[in-house]
């Protein structure tokens, strides 16, 4: 049984930084595209940015701020975020897809994944 499990989340002042982890199991996640996304209350869940093997890309919105790697040897990615805005408030959720054909624009779709983590709350107060 495939499971995602975000952690990491929690309130920060502006400016200050957080890193979110997702732990995977149930399968190996080595070739898997892993994605970030968040939901804003009252929004649709938007891209934040992916990892597929060891490229990454990112929404504009986080260009420059925030930054995916990967563990491979304990199947766990991560999302640094620095100089968090009180705009990033959100819901924020890991995913996982294994089509290895789907480009970067497909991936920046929440329909393009296939597994996805319960979600951590990060507050950046101002």
């Known amino acids: 049984q495939v499971q995602l499990v975000e952690s990491g989340g929690g309130l920060v002042q502006a400016g200050n930084s957080l890193r979110l982890s997702c732990s995977a199991s149930g399968r190996a996640f080595s070739n898997a595209a892993m994605g970030w996304f968040r939901q804003a209350p009252g929004k649709e869940r938007e891209f934040v940015g992916t990892i597929k093997i060891a490229t990454t890309y990112y929404a504009n919105s986080v260009k420059g701020r925030f930054t995916i790697s990967r563990d491979y040897a304990n199947n766990t990615v991560y999302l640094q975020m620095d100089r968090l805005k009180p705009e990033d408030t959100a819901v924020y959720y890991c995913?996982?897809?294994?089509?290895?054909?789907?480009?970067?624009?497909?991936?920046?779709?929440?329909?393009?994944?296939?597994?996805w983590g319960q979600g951590t709350q990060v507050t950046v107060s101002s």
């Open positions: 995913a996982a897809s294994f089509s290895l054909l789907q480009s970067f624009t497909e991936l920046t779709r929440t329909q393009s994944y296939t597994f």
